[in-house]
């Protein structure tokens, strides 16, 4: 059990990182702070180069520290939340399979970082090797309701600024 946690906190924790890498400096041809918030903007989210420093930095230092096993139900929450975030407010429209932009890959990367809560991090991990305790049932469950809790935050307030702009685009119009 414990080599199979180390396994896959080490696939999703680095895929998580190289995403955060491409979002915060450029890096595996990705975007940059620029072209990420340049995107976010796209969507309509307001101030969006801070939601890109934010959004590049979890991925960034939650990956690595799901990859560790470092304070991993923090690292689960900022995962959980940050992909049902990108599942609810930019996939889910474009169906399941991520060929089409669809909400498949973050859903992955969610349910991923939702086991690893769930079972701790496992033998292999800093947690352990630290004894920080965190690898409790009450750990778990508020990594997991936090994750939630910020998607559905975030989910709400994209769709409210959406109907924000289509009211002032509607009064620019009339």
Not at 27 to 33: A, D, N, R
Not at 73 to 80: D, K, L, M, Q, R
Not at 151 to 160: D, E, F
């Amino acid at each position: 059990m414990d080599l199979a946690l180390l396994v896959l906190r080490l696939a999703a924790g680095l895929t998580l990182t190289v995403h955060g890498a491409q979002k915060l400096f450029g890096s595996f041809g990705g975007p940059g702070i620029d072209g990420f918030a340049g995107f976010l903007g796209s969507l309509g989210i307001r101030r969006p180069r801070p939601y890109a420093v934010l959004t590049g930095t979890a991925e960034f230092f939650g990956g690595i520290c799901l990859a560790l096993g470092l304070f991993t139900p923090v690292a689960a929450a900022a995962t959980i939340g940050l992909m049902l975030s990108a599942t609810l407010v930019v996939h889910a429209s474009n169906g399941f399979f991520a060929a089409n932009g669809g909400y498949e890959f973050p859903m992955l990367l969610a349910a991923a970082a939702a086991a690893i809560a769930l079972a701790g991090p496992g033998r292999f991990s800093l947690d352990n090797a630290l004894d920080l305790g965190m690898a409790t049932e009450g750990w778990s469950a508020a990594a997991i309701a936090i994750g939630v809790l910020a998607a559905v935050i975030a989910a709400i307030g994209q769709r409210s600024q959406a109907r924000r702009n289509q009211r002032a685009g509607g009064m620019r119009t009339a």
